[in-house]
């Protein structure tokens, strides 16, 4: 039996890359719908070797379809995700909208996927923060293995993950630069080009930003509510891959080597590590690629069993859109759907 799936937010960059992977993954969809807003009816966006004309959100009737993949933002989310939800379509939704309500789960497969069976309370599923969705898969491991007591993480985070428009500014910031043009800031608070900027998303009362904030609460969410976590989280120039130093400490020994073999049995994990020139993984290398890749895995001499490492993935795809239809496939082969329609 095929599925019917809405993939909404479909022109934009997560919402491409969803269609992208459902056709990649050969998910068992005998009919795929893209839908925006009215200001994009009518475009073109593909889908495998199929061109999709793109409907509009507005006007879409939602019950018989059984899976709507959310990609619009937190506002469309917030209005739209309940009443998709109560036609009996399952929403798994990249936003923030309803990653911290109690009642909608926070998935991410190699981590947690039990807690899928929450979503019968609302029909919504949430995806994670893309610099979370990474740090939590390498955790999840190593945190089985040895107890994480506390974690230090500095993000590489990729302008891919503001949206197109950041990705145009990075562009044509650049070319300014070489062509000795006006740099013009529209959608960072500083030049991006040739530069890092220590500020994603809003600051909080206590100095940190929204973005720090969510991996936090995230972290403790999916994975262990005990978890000490502090982030610093980081603008670089780089279009697609976010990038994460991490620093953990462990309630048990764990060696590197031990590390090292924990990770390389781990789902949805690739450890790329030779203590050489190159030798490691960078974000323009794992763009286009489904793997978190993990690499200079070496000991912490300054606490007691500290281990570090570095952390890389393609942030529109296992940070949102993979994320997002790796969910899709765990409801499918748990055969969790027939419930989402008896909830409704």
């Not at 891959?241 to 400490?249: D, I, K, Y």
């Amino acid at each position: 039996m095929g599925y019917k799936v809405a993939v909404v937010g479909a022109t934009g960059n997560v919402g491409r890359e969803m269609l992208d992977i459902l056709a990649e993954r050969a998910f068992p969809a005998d009919e795929v719908v893209a839908l925006a807003s009215r200001r994009s009816q009518g475009q073109e966006v593909s889908f495998g070797d199929k061109i999709l004309k793109v409907k509009v959100l507005d006007t879409y009737d939602f019950s018989d379809t059984d899976i709507c993949l959310m990609s619009a933002g937190g506002e469309a989310s917030k209005e739209w995700s309940p009443r998709i939800g109560q036609s009996g379509c399952v929403v798994i939704d990249n936003s923030s909208a309803f990653r911290y309500d109690a009642d909608v789960p926070l998935i991410v497969p190699e981590v947690n996927a039990d807690a899928v069976e929450g979503f019968t309370k609302r029909n919504i599923i949430a995806n994670p923060n893309c610099s979370t969705a990474q740090l939590v898969v390498a955790l999840k491991p190593l945190h089985e293995a040895a107890t994480i007591k506390r974690v230090v993480v500095s993000t590489y985070q990729s302008v891919s993950g503001a949206g197109k428009d950041a990705m145009d500014e990075l562009f044509s910031q650049t070319r300014a630069v070489f062509t000795a043009g006006e740099v013009v800031q529209k959608k960072f608070t500083k030049r991006i080009a040739f530069n890092v900027i220590p500020h994603i998303d809003v600051f909080m009362e206590d100095g940190y930003t929204k973005e720090e904030w969510k991996m936090v609460a995230e972290t403790k969410k999916m994975l262990d509510p005990k978890i000490k976590l502090t982030a610093t989280a980081v603008r670089v120039p780089v279009f697609i891959g976010h990038a994460e130093s991490v620093n953990v400490e462990f309630e048990r020994p764990l060696s590197p080597e031990q590390a090292t073999e924990i990770l390389r049995s781990a789902p949805g994990v690739l450890v790329i590590d030779k203590r050489e020139n190159g030798g490691y993984m960078t974000p323009h290398e794992a763009a286009g690629e489904d793997a978190t890749y993990i690499s200079r895995i070496r000991e912490d001499a300054t606490v007691e069993n500290g281990l570090n490492f570095w952390c890389v993935s393609d942030n529109l795809r296992k940070g949102a859109a993979l994320n997002a239809v790796q969910i899709a496939e765990v409801l499918v082969n748990r055969k969790l759907l027939n419930k989402a329609k008896r909830a409704a």
